[in-house]
Each structure stands twice: as C-alpha cells, then as structure tokens.
C-alpha cells in the first residue's frame, strides 16, 4: 500500500477553508455540499479556499467536487441465494432500476452476504461514491440504519422499518411498503367466507416487520386462533415445507392455510400434496406477493394477496429522487420523512 | 446544479504538479496512479505538489488521494430479467462474490437493461467509483470493451470475448471461459454412443461466443450434419421451446437434441412432452450448464455438460485483483493479458 498523502491530523480541515474563505463553518459546509442557499460569490470564495488548501471532505470525494456522483446504491439485506431464488426482489429491482433509468441516475447493487460485509459497505457509502441508498428486506436487528445515519446517507427503506421510535432512535425514516396487515386481514376472511373453520398461519420471519404485520392482520380477524395453528417459516419454499409439515403434526384438522408469501405456500402445497390432502378440497391455500412466477405457475395455481412489488420500487426510487432533489437527507435533519403506504389486493384462484 | 468549482481551463494540470515537483510528467503521472516504483521521497514531493496545487485528475477521485476504492463493478450484460431467471448469473456472481469478499473488496453490480445505459456506466466506471471491472455475457458488438478501453479500466471478462483480434483491436483481453467446443464435443458424442443418428443442436445467441464455440463442438462431430436439424434460441426456456418446435416442424424425423444451455433444455422437453415425444424414449436431450435449479430438477433430469460456473467467477475475480496489486491494467499498456480456460465434464443422467 502507498503511503498516504499526509498524516490524518495534518490535513486542512473545514474550519481552515471557512477561515480562508472567511466565511462561518456552517457556510464551508453549506458549499461543500452543493452550496444551495449560498450565494454565487460566497461559493466561489469557499471553493477558491477548497482548491488551494486542497481540502478533502472525510465522507465523500462528491462533495470535495461539489458534484452529484449520479449513483444510487441498492442494499438488499438477504443473501445472494434468497435474491436470486425469490422474484419479489428482482421485480423490486425492476421497478427500482426503470425509475433511476429515467432519471439517468446509475443504479449500483451493493450484496450483502452477512453482518460481516457492513463494514466494507459503510466505507463504500461513506466513500462518496452513491448519493443515496435505497435498502430492503432489512431484519430488526440490521447494523444498515445506523450506518446511514452515521455518514447522513439519504435512504428510502422498503418494507416500514422495524425500528421506527424506538428508544434512542430519531422521528421517522422515509419508507414505501404495502398495506401488510389490512392484505393479511382480507386473506383470512376469504378463507372464512370459504367455509374455513381451521384455519392456519405460516409466518414469515419475525424480525421482519412484513411478516409480523401479516401475522397481526391473521390474529385481527381470527382473535382466538389456537397458538397450534401458527408456525414461523423463513420467507423460502424450504421453509414453507418445514412449517407446513409442523402444523400437519400439530393440528391435523386444519382446513385452511394463509402463508405469509408465496414461495412458502408451493412447500406447503408440496407437503400437503405428499400427505395426499388436496388443494383446496381438503386444504385451501393462500399466499402473499403474487408474481407470476410463483403464484401463477403453481399447481393449482395460488390465491394470493397482490402488492405492486414494481410500483413500490418506483415509488421508492422516486422518493429517494426527490429527497436529493431538494438536497436534504431522508434520515435525518430538517427534512420530514415521508412515507407510502400501496393498497394490496386479493386475487382469487384455484387454490381456495 | 451548482457551477463546477472553476473552469475547466483554470484546473491545475498533471503538467504543474510535475514542474512543481521537479519531476517529470510520466513520474508525477505514476504517483497519481498509486506510487509503484516511484521512490518515496520522490513520492512524498509529488503528493505535496498535488496538495498544494490541489490537483484533480480528471477521471478518478480515487487517484486524488491515491488510495483504491476497494470496490470492483460486475457488469452482465443481459437485461434483468435474464439475469435473475437463469440460474447461471448468481452462480458466477457467487464465485465473484466470495472471492471479492476474501480480500475486502465491495462488489458493486451495475445492471445494463439496453444499450442506451451503457452512457451512464461509462460516467460511472470514469467516475473513479471502481478500481477495475468484471463483465459477462457480452455480445460481439457490445459497447462495452470500448468503453473501458479508453478510461483504462483493468477489465477481466467472463467468456471469450467475440472481437478478439478483430482489426484495430488490441493484442488481447483477459478472459476467464469453459473449453465450450470441447463440452459440446463430449455432448455430441455421447449422444451417437447411445444410437442416435438424427442428432439436432439448438444454438445460442449466435453473437456469443460461448453460442458458437459450443455449435462448432457439434459439427465438428457432425461434419456433414443436416443444416435444419440446427436452430438458434437464445439461451432462455421460452426461446428452447421455439427452437424446439422448429425443429420439429423442419425435421420430424430428429432423434436427439443437443441444446447450448439447460434453460433452452427445459424449453425443449416441455414441447417435446405436449407433442406426446418420450424423453428419452423417443429423443435423447443433453443440456449444458448443469445447475441443480434446471438440469437436476428438469423431469426426467438433464444429462448435461458441467461447467464450473462459481469457479470462473472465482477466478475471474482473482485475475482482477492480482491486476490490480500490480497496478496495471489488464485491457491495455504493458501487462500481457491473461486468459484461462476451465474443463468441462459430461454429467449423465436420465434425459439421455
């Protein structure tokens, strides 16, 4: 490794370029990060003064040239096995990718395969080369809003994040999700207008607000359910399977079940099928997402709960778009978060 | 948008750094691009002559402060919903990402929907956001070997690329591939080793290489093979079903199919199955690829040729970085490029 240019303590820092500039702190800042509101002949002094200290901000190599990289990183906080095995994120990415292309803005897929690679990707934010973040699929626990405070990213959140006012957190984040809880409500009371008496509940992970929402709006309607009739799956058709298979030992009357995806009702339709119960004479099934993919191809194909997966990741990419827009940051500061809840939609099949 | 800090013509050059420095151009040019084989106090002048003059190379942050990013691009060039859909693209991104990961390099993925995105990449790899790039799926007349030619991007790519002493083309890239015409070979052998006579070969996109390379394995088995028992797909189920049908319609009498991928397999056998054709009954199927996704759980599974898809990632992505710890670039100057070709294996099963 080369040397660097100088020592950390030796380099010019802001208040030496607002000193030269003669103009305040929070000016130099101002300036340095795109100067709005400062006025033409202030910016150029500050910058005169960046140029000839050769000032270079710690966050971001943008900011030294007070210029937008034109990049947006795309977080999404599963392994690259889930993404490419599940369509909800591709089509996510689609709606994302079709938004950033219209705005001629570069959309750069950061993968994170375990906690260990936040690091790496605190650096890479923190390095100036994105000007934003837009991150999905994060578990309760996830280090990813932290770090985007910490370097003040600008972040739009899929799915509500499971933090939010939490102790010690800030007063909101900006987020798109689907309306998780009224969809699951309306899943079960099909289910009962189906006839169903037993009706069972494969949950999605529950660090996962997406899957908690789904289980609330299956205890709003069933507010007696027997606790037999819920099992947690992960999200995957594996997981669907193992659930499945829990609650065939541990409720063998039941008549119904709603999976909280859709990649969990193919397991659970391919154990139901392996124990000889049919879909939906013995067993009706609903699942969430409905991609065509999975839902549509199935076999009988799935009543499911529609979200516009694309849309959400248009109206997220959007958000994003406007928040740097205007120059402020998502998460933090002045600005408001702003949030977008889309209307979801059962579609019936053959399967219930 | 905020004015750039200064006139383009008012920028301090790579000229006076050298003059203030008292080193040549060439000397001060290798300091701004990591230091190697520059002297240190050497180094020291050159960086204090950038400091004060507050230099920027016009093309890379990074080589401001004459640190790497850390960070490596991915670029398939196949729109999303190819990349996601075939099993193939996580297999080599997994190879790629656990060799980055390693050695604490970011993975950045830029997707590329259409040709028109290839302006906004090119800003992007220029930008200084990578230290160098991984391609794969190129097409013969894909803009993008040009590209990081003229920004001097250390490239790596994934499958022989098709413009390869090419008039005006450099002496060469660095390259990671499978031996395609010898897998196909193997194929086509196996197949006249089971009986079949009537051997057809559904070829891929015929502006890849990695399509005709396996298409010239076949015929150099079946020098006087029948041009309609040859069809072109392109690499997808639904184009292997086309293909599938044409050939069908050109020449009823095919007793086995060769297809230049698995998805293209799959496509093949679902028509060769609603034209009440037994597999392998009737035809014999071989694939190429082998992912368990498609090859092993097709129905009857694929006999297919293997290509260690995770492995070409790894090793693409270690060429790259041993480039990069070289400080050279592997597309042009005085590295000698690279290349490596990786055997393939016939894996037998009961389409065949």
Known sequence: MPAQPSAPGSRPTLEAVAARAGVSRATASRVV???????????DKVRVAIRELGYVPNQAARTLVTRRTGA????????????????????????????????????VLLLVEDRGDYDRIERYLAGGHVDGALA???????????????????????????????????????YVDADNRGGAREAVRHL?????????????????????????????VLRESDPALIAEGDFTSAGGARAM??????????????????????????????RGLGVP?????????????????ADPPLTTVRQDIEGMGRLMAGL????LAR??????????????????????????
């Not at 932290?146 to 990213?153: E, F, K, L």
């Not at 207008?193 to 929402?213: K, V």
């Not at 004479?281 to 191809?297: H, K, M, P, Y």
């Open 33 to 43: 990060n795109g100067g709005e509101g400062v006025r033409a002949h202030v910016v």
């Open 320 to 323: 994003l778009l406007r928040t």
């Open 327 to 352: 120059g402020r940051t998502a998460t933090a500061g002045g600005a408001p978060p702003e949030s977008v809840i889309t209307p979801t939609t059962l579609v019936r099949r053959a399967s219930s």
């Open 192 to 220: 009962l207008e189906r006839g169903r008496r037993r009706i069972a509940h494969i949950a999605g992970p529950l660090d996962q607000t997406s899957a908690t929402d789904r289980l609330d709006g299956y205890r709003d």
């Open 245 to 274: 298979a829990e609650l065939l030992e541990r409720a063998p009357g039941l008549d119904a079940v709603f999976a909280a995806n859709d990649l969990m009702a193919t397991g659970a339709l391919r154990v139901l099928r392996e």
């Open 136 to 174: 999905f699929s994060l578990h309760t626990d996830d280090p990813l809003p932290a770090i985007t405070r910490r370097i003040g990213m600008p972040t739009v959140y899929g799915g509500r994040p499971g933090w939010t006012g939490g102790p010690g957190e800030p007063g909101g984040v900006s």
């Open 72 to 107: 947006v990183a795309v977080i999404i906080a599963e392994p690259e096995v889930r993404i490419f095995s599940d369509p909800f994120f591709s089509r996510q990415v689609r709606g994302i990718s079709k938004e950033l292309t219209a705005h001629d803005t570069q959309l």
């Open 281 to 297: 004479g013995d067993v009706s099934l609903v699942g969430f997402d409905d991609t065509e993919q999975v839902a549509e191809a």
